[in-house]
């Protein structure tokens, strides 16, 4: 197995042609920061232009999260509405290079995806979870408005059931994403990234240009919406910020997490 040191908040290991990119802040529940965003960016495209990879599995250290999504620690220092603005054109990169993948791109749901990693599990091409696994989008407890994530959403579960997710932040459990589609195979939770393996090999066995071709035409398809919800978030995310709300949600969260940790 050969694995990389190159990286400090993730870890990329391949063997077999499979790789698995392991998100490792498993202090912060795999929880990103931009620094973290731009490594497994690089990933990414380092493993794409790898013709001695055929599939890569994206999972999350421990067991508790496949990632928490946004670290609000980083955002909860944005101070303008302009500053809003940058941090939401950041991520276009981020997703195009999920998007970009040639090769099948494994969700190996090992716990909770939420947020920002609700929006890249749905990425995915093929996603394994278990009954524990927990997705969905609970921006706006942070007060911070969802436009990607909406998009994803209706795209594939329909506009009803992403308007109540989006307004409640109500986190799904494994069984019920297993039952609308979000999740592809629902296995025991020590079977996951084991399940995730044989789905990369079943996949890494089809006809590599076929793959490819087939990856295109999906970004094809589905490139107008991406672009769309990308512009239409810009003056939204500004807007939002502009106001303090984010801000003034997010300390509330940090304070009453800080009261539950002098209880305990």
């Given at each position: 197995?050969e694995e990389?040191?190159v990286y400090?908040s993730?870890l ?6 499979i ?8 202090q912060k ?9 731009e ?7 380092e493993?794409?232009?790898?013709e001695s990879?055929?599939?890569?599995i994206l ?15 980083e ?6 509405g ?7 054109k ?5 997703y195009s290079?999920?998007?970009?993948m040639?090769?099948p791109?494994i ?6 995806a939420?947020?920002?990693?609700f ?6 091409d093929?996603?394994i979870?278990?009954?524990?696994t ?10 911070i ?5 909406s ?12 308007i109540?997710?989006t307004l409640?932040?109500r986190m799904?459990?494994?069984r ?12 025991p ?17 089809k006809?590599?240009?076929a793959m ?8 094809a ?9 990308m ?6 995310q ?27």
């Amino acid at each position: 197995m050969e694995e990389s040191d190159v990286y400090k908040s993730i870890l990329v290991e391949i063997e077999d042609a499979i790789a698995v990119v392991t998100l490792n802040r498993p202090q912060k529940l795999n929880a990103w920061d931009t620094p973290m965003r731009e490594e497994i960016k690089a990933a990414l495209g380092e493993l794409n232009a790898d013709e001695s990879v055929r599939a890569v599995i994206l999972t999350g250290a421990g067991d508790r999260a496949f990632s928490a999504g946004q670290d609000l620690e980083e955002t909860q220092k944005i101070s303008s509405g302009d500053e809003g603005l940058d941090w939401f054109k950041s991520w276009k990169d981020f997703y195009s290079s999920l998007r970009n993948m040639d090769k099948p791109l494994i969700g190996a749901l090992n716990g909770v995806a939420a947020g920002s990693a609700f929006q890249v599990a749905m990425q995915t091409d093929v996603r394994i979870g278990h009954e524990g696994t927990r997705m969905g989008q609970p921006e706006i407890n942070s007060a911070i408005p969802t436009v990607l994530g909406s998009w994803l959403m209706n795209d594939r579960i329909g506009l009803s059931r992403t308007i109540e997710l989006t307004l409640t932040g109500r986190m799904m459990e494994g069984r019920e994403c297993h039952d609308i589609g979000l999740i592809h195979y629902l296995v025991p939770a020590d079977q996951v990234l084991a399940k995730a393996k044989e789905i990369a090999q079943l996949l890494a066995g089809k006809p590599p240009i076929a793959m490819k071709l087939n990856k295109k035409r999906f970004r094809a398809i589905t490139q107008a919406g991406f672009d769309e919800a990308m512009q239409a978030g810009e003056p939204i995310q500004k807007e939002s910020y502009a106001t303090g709300e984010p801000q003034e949600y997010m300390a509330k969260f940090f304070a009453e997490r800080a009261k539950r940790k002098q209880k305990s």
